[in-house]
């Protein structure tokens, strides 16, 4: 049976949804990044040991990543049992809520030891909101789509996740800018208290979309599953081991927006803050352009050939870009920073959505995707401590931070290589389950 289309506009109407809702919660998670790398080593740790100071701080932003797994197991159960949008609504309200809690945390001097762990439970709150929010939005947008342009649809919720970070960044260059002493008072405070009206702007933007077709017909036909978890690893663990190795080259994107930043603002290199984050806010911009191109290519060639190319391009390009970071030259550095992170990793980072989504049948779609990507995620999130250690006692062994990336580069390109291409297959057979859908999907695909 196919999947009645949906209503006119309506799939521009979830597309865009998922950018702003996407751009609003992942603004939130990444103002802590930021923060993370120039502000809360000197506020939340001990200020005696900068190193390791720097070190505990970039462990807290991994700390989410460790929390997002977790979340996913959770809000992809009921993901696939409520419906989409009931998820996505709950993810912002909560990642709204966290972040503005963390802008009104005492600092160590005010309370101690009580102030990091205070600083740890939020973060966690905000990894379980990530963990639902991409995939959520992903299901979304993709269950919406025409079956010819899924991978344009569905690229928009990552094009509205760089947009948040380039949003975050852009909030932060003039904080950053604060003399010392209004910074560390109260200037970092304030992105975070903007949460607020994150939150409140995306529930009026999300409570007003539609279910989707596929889910509504899957809930009037043959029911949802009362245990998506045991249907998605009876029938897809393939696939999602595929997901789980596919999402470490995300990787990329935690090494170069948090690792290098540190890293470039060091006293080895000597950049100033401001100037490290116009090229983290100029690539998202270029990456803004670049994610939609790229995924109405695979719309058209497939998912497999455009992911892998942007996961070993991205390889290859942070050896390029963490080398120009530490010749101290700002030209070469910003130049680089916008191909790697802006062109190269944008092609793996836009199709994603769509070559994770289409492995998966409607009733566990999103928790295939949610909880794939986040176990992946995860260790991605604490790529950044790990190239911290292995960067040596001052911080600058670039080349081996570039291996250590280059490396976790490597399973999504076996991940793309060995998937199945799905760009043609239509809605209603994606991740077919019975023979008979098996046949018919193999057959559309030839």
Not at 34 to 53: K, N, Q, Y
Not at 99 to 124: E, H
Not at 316 to 342: D, E, H, K, R
Not at 378 to 407: E, Y
Request: aromatic share 10%.
């Amino acid at each position: 049976m196919s999947v009645p289309a949906a209503p006119p506009g309506q799939p521009r109407k979830a597309a865009t949804a998922a950018w702003i809702g996407s751009a609003l919660e992942y603004y939130d998670f990444f103002i802590y990044g930021s923060a993370a790398a120039l502000i809360f080593p000197t506020v939340f740790f001990d200020e005696s040991d900068p190193a390791t100071a720097t070190l505990l701080s970039l462990a807290t932003f991994g700390v989410a990543y460790a929390a997002r797994p977790i979340g996913a197991l959770v809000l992809g159960h009921f993901g696939d049992r409520l419906g989409r949008k009931k998820i996505m609504v709950f993810t912002l309200i909560l990642m709204g809520v966290s972040t503005f809690l963390i802008g009104c945390l005492p600092t160590r001097d005010q309370v101690g030891t009580l102030a990091p762990v205070l600083l740890v439970l939020c973060r966690v709150l905000q990894g379980i909101s990530a963990a639902g929010e991409q995939a959520s939005a992903n299901s979304m947008t993709l269950e919406h789509a025409p079956s010819d342009r899924r991978g344009f649809f569905t690229s928009f919720t990552l094009s509205g996740t760089q947009g948040g970070q380039l949003l975050a960044t852009l909030v932060f260059i003039p904080i950053a800018a604060l003399p010392e002493d209004q910074l560390l008072s109260w200037g970092w405070r304030v992105p975070f208290w903007l949460s607020i009206a994150v939150a409140v702007v995306g529930y009026v933007i999300r409570r007003t979309l539609d279910e989707t077709p596929a889910f509504t017909q899957q809930t009037e036909s043959e029911g949802v599953a009362k245990l998506p978890l045991a249907v998605l690893l009876r029938e897809h663990w393939a696939d999602v081991l595929r997901v789980i190795a596919g999402a470490l080259v995300a990787s990329v994107s935690t090494i170069f927006t948090v690792w290098a930043l540190a890293y470039g603002t060091s006293e080895s290199v000597g950049m100033s803050r401001s100037a490290m984050l116009w090229v983290g806010a100029l690539a998202n911009l270029v990456a803004l352009g670049a994610i939609p191109l790229w995924a109405t290519l695979s719309d058209r060639i497939g998912r497999r050939p455009v992911f892998a190319f942007g996961a070993a391009g991205s390889a290859v390009m942070m050896f390029v870009y963490l080398w120009a970071i530490s010749t101290g030259t700002y030209p070469l550095v910003l130049a680089l920073g916008i191909v790697t992170f802006g062109v190269v990793y944008s092609a793996a980072n836009g199709i994603w959505p769509s070559f994770y989504g289409e492995m998966f049948s409607t009733r566990v779609r999103l928790s295939g995707m949610a909880i794939g990507t986040q176990i992946g995620f995860a260790v991605a999130g604490f790529a950044v401590t790990f190239a911290a250690q292995i960067a040596g006692p001052d911080g600058d062994d670039w080349f081996a931070v570039a291996l250590f990336t280059a490396a976790l580069c490597v399973p999504p390109v076996i991940a793309a290589l060995t998937a199945r291409e799905t760009h043609r297959i239509p809605t209603e057979l994606l991740g077919a389950r019975t023979p008979c859908e098996k046949n018919d999907r193999e057959r559309v695909a030839a």
